[in-house]
């Protein structure tokens, strides 16, 4: 092998960049509507009036962070008295972490160790010495811990200023998130809202198209393909980001098998895969104790119950009792302690809203009423897969 075999190797895509979730698309298509109102609530800011905070909220891959982000590049684009300052409070979690972050920022200042009145100065001072802007982007804002009081403090800094004001778009895919904030946040929050609808198959068919055009060779790319990536994802979520996987997935796999073109073929293996990367993500973020319990019911079901079987039809399903007995004895080999059957019990509640483990109720039987739980994965790919996260 050597590099000129390597660079003359064949490939369906020609910029695969282009298929990625974290390239910015020129074009957002059909979120005209959702852009505009946004812009329309962000306007006011180049005659020197604070724009509204406005929360936007939608599912996952319904394109909320690339409108936003696309929003702020026409922003830079006209001369203003404002700056657009873009955060992702999965990295910026804490009112002092995003404070700090704004005054180095703004003013290039941001030592650890000040209490945050500190960063709160250089931030109004900046914007008073200028009759300033400040509208600060919250991705995620949901994952912030103490967002009442940073609500509060941009409220309370508002307040103060006499000219120039700080503004918020926060974005969120977390509806319930609501409830958590107190009256006085919320209100303050959601001066204005806009609500990013899940897309229709037709239009993520559109939205693949199009980064299909930027990111596979001509004619690479099957409409079978397109059209099997958009009809799963509409089905399942309505997720943009799913079916550009899906189908950079696919085109991986037809460039592994030395495939000329992408098709539909293709975009089914790319399902499978998809989806074992999607439950691998969700079970290495689980708190260990949700592992514990669900490799136990994974070395459960390799094993078969030890109590006589339920029916025949169903010796997928393990009662509650069996289950836990199987999490002490993991814990013990672990080296883990052990909680209560209650929490057990809480924990399997928490995989079955994850889409784990599903239960059933026993009926009435001769140990009474039971809860039944079945694993809705391979039990030696969860064993494996789990096993690794809990042994490192
Ligand atoms: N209308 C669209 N046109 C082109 N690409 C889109 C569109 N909507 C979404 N995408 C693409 O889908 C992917 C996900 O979009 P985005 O990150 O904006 O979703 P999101 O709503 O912020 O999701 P999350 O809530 O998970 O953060 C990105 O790669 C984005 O480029
Ligand atoms: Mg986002």
Not at 54 to 63: A, E, H
Not at 216 to 244: K, M, Q, V, W
Not at 266 to 286: I, P
Not at 300 to 325: A, P
Request: charged share 30%; proline share 3%; with cysteine.
């Amino acid at each position: 092998m050597n590099f000129k075999d390597i660079l003359a190797e064949k490939s369906v895509f020609i910029n695969k960049d282009a298929l990625s979730p974290h390239y910015l698309p020129e074009k957002i298509i059909h979120r005209e509507k959702e852009i505009e109102k946004i812009m329309r609530v962000m306007a006011p800011v180049f005659k020197n009036k604070r724009p509204n905070n406005v929360f936007i909220y939608g599912k996952t891959g319904t394109g909320k962070t690339s409108s936003v982000k696309y929003i702020m590049k026409q922003f830079k684009e006209l001369p203003s008295n404002g700056i657009i300052n873009y955060i992702n409070c999965r990295m910026y979690n804490t009112r002092y972490k995003i404070l700090q972050k704004l005054a180095n920022d703004i003013v290039g200042f941001s030592k650890n160790g000040f209490p945050p009145s500190h960063f709160y100065e250089r931030i109004m001072s900046w914007i008073n010495n200028g009759n300033r802007f400040l509208i600060i982007v919250l991705d995620e804002i949901d994952v912030i811990k103490d967002l009442n009081e940073l609500i509060y403090t941009i409220t309370r800094a508002n307040d103060e200023l006499k000219a120039g004001g700080i503004s918020i778009i926060g974005i969120s895919n977390k509806i319930s998130f609501k409830n958590q904030l107190d009256n006085r946040s919320k209100s303050a929050l959601l001066e204005s809202e806009v609500v990013f609808p899940p897309y229709n198959s037709e239009q993520l068919k559109e939205i693949l198209t199009y980064r299909a055009n930027l990111g596979f060779n001509e004619n690479s790319c099957d409409t079978s393909a397109i059209n099997l990536a958009a009809a799963i994802a509409a089905r399942e979520t309505g997720d943009a980001r799913y079916a550009l996987k899906l189908l950079m997935y696919a085109g991986e796999i037809a460039d592994e098998r030395k495939d000329d073109v992408v098709t539909y073929r293709h975009v089914e293996e790319a399902r499978k895969s998809v989806e074992k990367d999607l439950v691998m993500e969700a079970v290495a973020t689980l708190p260990e104790h949700q592992q514990l319990v669900l490799y136990s019911l994974a070395l459960l079901s390799i094993r078969g119950s030890k109590y006589q079987k339920l029916n025949e039809e169903n010796d997928e399903y393990f009662m509650m009792g069996e289950l836990y007995e199987a999490y002490q004895k993991t814990c013990k080999e672990l080296k883990r302690e052990v909680r209560s059957s209650r929490w057990c019990k809480e924990y399997i509640k928490e995989l079955e809203a994850l889409g784990l483990v599903e239960t059933i109720s026993s009926g009435k039987g001769i140990r009474g009423h039971s809860t039944l739980i079945r694993l809705l994965y391979s039990k030696d790919w969860i064993r494996k897969t789990v096993e690794g996260m809990l042994l490192h």
